[in-house]
């Protein structure tokens, strides 16, 4: 079934209706897009997804647990876990540095005893922070404070501290927002390693990258779902 569920799923701020009857549904190792005009409701449908905010009605499951109206470290704790847009860094400390923090934080914060039998052993903890450099294409820039990154390499970074809690399921909100050309291009390649072996849900602006890097599409308007395709589907009916 899918590793994520959302019924009936609706918003109100007073009498504004955010998200009205959202259905969406993502299966296991799918790489979706949520795109929308200013105002369509994407960061509201997201924030409910990650249990930010609470929906006035219906139902989300996360691997079949209803994860309605849990907290955010609840869902982190399943293996949901969100990359801020503006992800908090230590500037004066090194890339690695922010790594080992990030680790060590979900580690102590959720108890997961199977990333604390991984930690624990000889040389865990620098393993899996040398997993996640690769990953995010920073192994080179491990040692430099966070202050000296470019930008492109501190969003880098944010993905990679999202990564510190080994998700199944991995929310971007604008993983390529403020990026040029030649890093978005890079990004949505490590991306795409990065979904291997987990779900991936993605929100942005720049429909081009987005169509890279995503299979499906939901496209959301005045709070409902306009549409679902693939990208090739959408493009050619906008
Ligand atoms: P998008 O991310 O697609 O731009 P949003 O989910 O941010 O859309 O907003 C959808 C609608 O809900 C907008 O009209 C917005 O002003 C409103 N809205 C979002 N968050 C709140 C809130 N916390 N309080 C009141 N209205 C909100
Ligand atoms: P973004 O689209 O990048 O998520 P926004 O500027 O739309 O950022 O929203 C910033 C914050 O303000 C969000 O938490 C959102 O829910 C909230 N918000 C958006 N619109 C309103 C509104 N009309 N009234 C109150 N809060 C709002």
Redesign the pocket.
Known sequence: GPILQASGLTKR?GGLVANSDINFSVNPGERRGIIGPNGAGK??FF?MLTCEVVPTSGTITFEGNDITGKTVTDVCQLGLTKSY?VNQLFSRLTVRENLIIAVLAELRGKFRLDMFRRIDSVSGLTDQVNRTLAMVNLTERADVPVSELAYGEKRRLEIGLALANSPSLLLLDEPLAGMSPQERVETVKLLKSIAKGRTLIVIDHDMDSLFELVEKVTVLQEGRVLVEGTPEEIKSNP
Do not use: V
């Open positions: 701020y960061s509201t924030k847009q």
